[in-house]
């Protein structure tokens, strides 16, 4: 019997594997029809909290029939890590073989992170924002700012960015890169209002405060706008958030979770999860005037759709270190 082996791979390894942003929509789209006709095993993600506030370390399990895909995800995010010149977020994914259980491989799970998250934004948009959405607005030009935004223009005719960050270079230094990567003109604004008003689709990528900040007030979104609150409800304020006829988010049971521990105190109802819009159990946007938000969590099942892919593709090109068991 050949001895068990795990293919290790490293951040730069499975970012070098380029798989591209669509397949990843592609991927998570599946992941959301099963969990939608109730298919996908994804219990609520246990945390822990080393040094306290809104430090975490998430374990993050998922199974996916269709992709056959099980796993887990072993995530954490430190706030402080940016004074140690160290990510905020860092971790690692362990992918299993769905027939044996045997783990198959153990990969960082940084660059999983921040592409299915833009995905998860996009797939939520097909549903909920205009088809002729052109003009983005990003609040907080990080890591999410960035995949965000590849992720929309994938499935939206983006041309115009108004692109706001707390620190107005990284805001420049985004607009130089996002241009140079996707055929859109970036503008950069003093103001987070500029970045909501006038735009078609809304993105905040801040910080999540268990406290929000409220900036965005009631008034600033358009009628027939869309927003994802990557940075959950820290951004919004309540008034601003009831200005939406639905309210979505990617998993209801897990957002009342978020509630019990003291997130999102203060939100309009749940109109439907992603699995909802995406198996067709709920309807997304109706009318061109609707202004639509989703509160996307970030799931087991958005990172163990992608796994699978990167898996495979890395084997293919021979990337990698094989480790005995
Ligand atoms: N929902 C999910 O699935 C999910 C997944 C991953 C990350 N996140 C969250 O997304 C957020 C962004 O993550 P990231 O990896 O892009 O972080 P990042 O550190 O790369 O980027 C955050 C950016 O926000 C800027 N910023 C800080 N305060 C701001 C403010 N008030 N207004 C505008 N900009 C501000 C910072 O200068 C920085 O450029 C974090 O809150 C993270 O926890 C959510």
């Avoid at 859109?184 to 929000?212: F, H, W, Y």
């Avoid at 109802?269 to 067709?280: N, S, T, Y």
């Avoid at 639509?292 to 799931?299: E, F, K, Q």
Wanted: hydrophobic content about 40%; glycine content about 8%; overall charge neutral.
């Amino acid at each position: 019997m050949e001895k068990p082996e795990i293919l290790y791979l490293s951040q730069s390894e499975v970012a070098s594997v380029n798989l591209p942003m669509a397949e990843i929509i592609s991927a998570l789209e599946t992941a959301f029809r099963q969990k939608g006709e109730g298919k996908t095993e994804m219990p609520p993600k246990p945390g822990i909290h080393p040094g306290g506030g809104d430090n975490f370390i998430h374990a993050m399990p998922a199974y996916i029939p269709a992709l056959r895909s099980a796993g887990l995800k072993w995530v954490s995010g430190f706030l402080e890590n940016s004074k140690r010149g160290l990510p905020y977020i860092t971790g690692l994914l362990i992918l299993n073989d769905v027939e044996t259980g045997l783990p198959l491989a153990v990969m960082d799970c940084v660059w999983i992170t921040a592409m299915r998250t833009g995905a998860a934004t996009a797939l939520s948009a097909r549903h909920l924002a205009r088809a002729e959405s052109s003009v983005v607005g990003i609040l907080g030009c990080g890591v999410q700012g960035r995949t965000n935004l590849e992720a929309l223009n994938v499935l939206f005719p983006v041309k115009k960015v108004m692109a706001y960050d707390i620190d107005p270079g990284i805001a420049r230094r985004y607009a130089t890169e996002m241009e140079s990567r996707f055929s859109v003109e970036v503008v950069t604004v003093q103001n987070p209002r500029d970045a909501v008003s006038g735009c078609d689709m809304v993105v905040t990528a801040g910080p999540i405060l268990r406290k929000p900040h409220q900036t965005i007030q009631p008034g600033w979104m358009e009628e027939g706008a869309f927003a994802s609150l990557v940075d959950f409800d820290s951004y919004w304020h309540p008034d601003a958030m009831k200005q939406a006829s639905k309210f979505c988010t990617d998993d209801t049971e897990q957002l009342l979770h978020y509630q019990q521990v003291g997130y999102f105190q203060d939100i309009p109802p749940i109109h439907a999860d992603l699995g909802e819009l995406v198996a067709g159990k709920k309807v997304g946007r109706q009318s061109a005037k609707e202004r639509t938000m989703t509160a996307n969590l970030g799931l087991a099942i958005d990172d163990m759709a992608v796994a699978p892919l990167i898996y495979r593709r890395a084997l293919g090109m021979g990337l990698g270190k094989k480790l005995p068991l």
